[in-house]
């Protein structure tokens, strides 16, 4: 079952500059589906429009970004939901938290530094549900944690009193609380070294396995998406440029950014070294002409220079936009 749909959405940031207002084209022209019951990464250097894509399918739109075209509807088991039409108390009341809920880079940004984890637990659930019986409320959040293998007193602690680790296990235990449809998982696991990333990893897989939800996995991190993703969809300069189940994109994947992204992978036992990609990502404000990828790709025609490639199906899944794969349907 499809849960989300998200069809030509371009989001722009308007700039001013002394006087001269400018559109940043952060996501341009991105058509997706997140299917119920799968783990969906989105992987790309910075600035490729990644955290402006999860800014619009989570509602938490502010200017100078808005949406200019395109559409983004979920298909909640509560309902149906248009972004565009949605109710700024709909959205606060029903949707985030209980619908769409965030796993964050940095877990202190949603747990209060100085309030103990519990009352972070006491804010969410009373905005969303209100709490008519405290004993009935700790004993739910206690056997929450404990579900997700935290040790209950956790609920006790100050933030600063719990590893990074710990903590990151907290904020999954805080987007988990209400079993929503959608987690958006954003560097989840980033700032964490690479023991607790992996039992981290492992808890958001568990957690999808059994709420049979679906989690949205945004990192850089090609590595991560190979352990963890579903189907991966690869950005660059705002755009959507290949898409297809882990199990095709990394053992053949069809456009030359994502060849590189894969290639540049650590194997073990290969001791060749590997190569950067020359140049930077493109300033979105004003992209390059034809495809975005041409100033850095080393297979560049003279048609990439002017034409927009089309995103053409590859069978299996895959999809990819690259002038390279012609014959492939479009
Ligand atoms: Fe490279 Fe051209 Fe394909 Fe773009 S369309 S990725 S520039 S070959």
Same mark, same amino acid.
């Given at each position: 079952?499809?849960?989300?749909? !998200? #069809?030509?959405?371009?989001?722009?940031?308007?700039?001013?500059?002394?006087?001269?207002?400018?559109? +940043?084209?952060?996501?341009?022209?991105?058509?997706?589906?997140?299917?119920?019951?799968?783990?969906?990464?989105?992987?790309?250097?910075?600035?490729?429009?990644?955290?402006?894509?999860?800014?619009?399918?989570?509602?938490?739109?502010?200017?100078?970004?808005?949406?200019?075209?395109?559409?983004?509807?979920?298909?909640?088991?509560?309902?149906?939901?248009?972004?565009?039409?949605?109710?700024?108390?709909?959205?606060?009341?029903?949707?985030?938290?209980?619908?769409?809920?965030?796993?964050?880079?940095?877990?202190?940004?949603?747990?209060?530094?100085?309030?103990?984890?519990?009352?972070?637990?006491?804010?969410?659930?009373?905005?969303?549900?209100?709490?008519? *019986?405290?004993?009935?409320?700790? #004993?739910?959040?206690?056997?929450? !944690?404990?579900?997700?293998?935290?040790? =209950?007193? !956790?609920?006790?602690?100050?933030?600063?009193?719990?590893?990074?680790?710990?903590? /990151?296990?907290?904020?999954?235990?805080?987007?988990?609380?209400?079993?929503?449809?959608?987690?958006?998982?954003?560097?989840?696991?980033?700032?964490?070294? +690479? !023991?607790?990333?992996?039992?981290?990893?492992?808890?958001?897989?568990?957690? /999808?396995?059994?709420? /049979?939800?679906?989690?949205?996995?945004?990192?850089?991190?090609?590595?991560?998406?190979?352990?963890?993703?579903?189907?991966?969809?690869?950005?660059?300069?705002?755009?959507?440029?290949?898409?297809?189940?882990?199990?095709?994109?990394?053992?053949?994947?069809?456009?030359?950014?994502?060849?590189?992204?894969?290639?540049?992978? =650590?194997?073990?036992?290969?001791?060749?070294?590997?190569?950067?990609?020359?140049?930077?990502?493109?300033?979105?404000? *004003?992209?390059?002409?034809?495809?975005?990828?041409?100033?850095?790709?080393?297979?560049?025609?003279?048609?990439?220079?002017?034409?927009?490639?089309?995103?053409?199906?590859?069978?299996?899944?895959?999809?990819?936009?690259?002038?390279?794969?012609?014959?492939?349907?479009?």
């Amino acid at each position: 079952m499809t849960l989300l749909n !998200v #069809e030509n959405l371009k989001a722009y940031y308007k700039t001013e500059m002394y006087g001269i207002s400018r559109l +940043v084209k952060a996501v341009d022209d991105v058509s997706l589906t997140l299917e119920s019951n799968e783990i969906y990464g989105v992987a790309g250097e910075s600035s490729c429009g990644k955290t402006t894509l999860i800014k619009v399918l989570s509602g938490t739109i502010k200017p100078p970004l808005k949406v200019h075209e395109g559409s983004v509807k979920y298909h909640f088991k509560s309902g149906e939901t248009d972004m565009a039409e949605v109710s700024a108390e709909k959205l606060r009341k029903n949707i985030r938290w209980k619908e769409i809920s965030y796993v964050m880079q940095g877990s202190m940004s949603v747990l209060n530094p100085v309030r103990r984890v519990v009352k972070t637990f006491e804010d969410i659930i009373s905005t969303h549900e209100g709490i008519k *019986n405290r004993g009935e409320f700790l #004993e739910r959040i206690r056997e929450h !944690v404990k579900k997700l293998g935290l040790p =209950p007193d !956790v609920l006790g602690s100050y933030p600063h009193e719990l590893s990074g680790g710990m903590r /990151q296990r907290v904020a999954i235990a805080l987007a988990t609380v209400f079993h929503p449809s959608l987690i958006i998982a954003d560097e989840p696991t980033t700032a964490l070294d +690479v !023991v607790v990333q992996r039992g981290v990893l492992q808890l958001l897989k568990e957690i /999808q396995a059994e709420s /049979q939800n679906t989690v949205l996995l945004v990192t850089h991190d090609m590595a991560v998406h190979a352990n963890v993703a579903d189907r991966v969809g690869i950005m660059y300069a705002g755009r959507l440029v290949e898409e297809a189940p882990s199990r095709i994109i990394f053992k053949k994947p069809e456009h030359p950014y994502t060849k590189h992204l894969i290639s540049s992978l =650590p194997v073990i036992g290969d001791k060749s070294g590997k190569s950067g990609l020359e140049g930077t990502p493109p300033n979105l404000a *004003n992209p390059p002409q034809g495809c975005r990828f041409h100033p850095r790709c080393p297979l560049a025609k003279e048609i990439c220079k002017t034409e927009v490639p089309v995103m053409r199906d590859l069978g299996g899944g895959q999809r990819a936009a690259c002038h390279l794969l012609e014959g492939a349907r479009q």
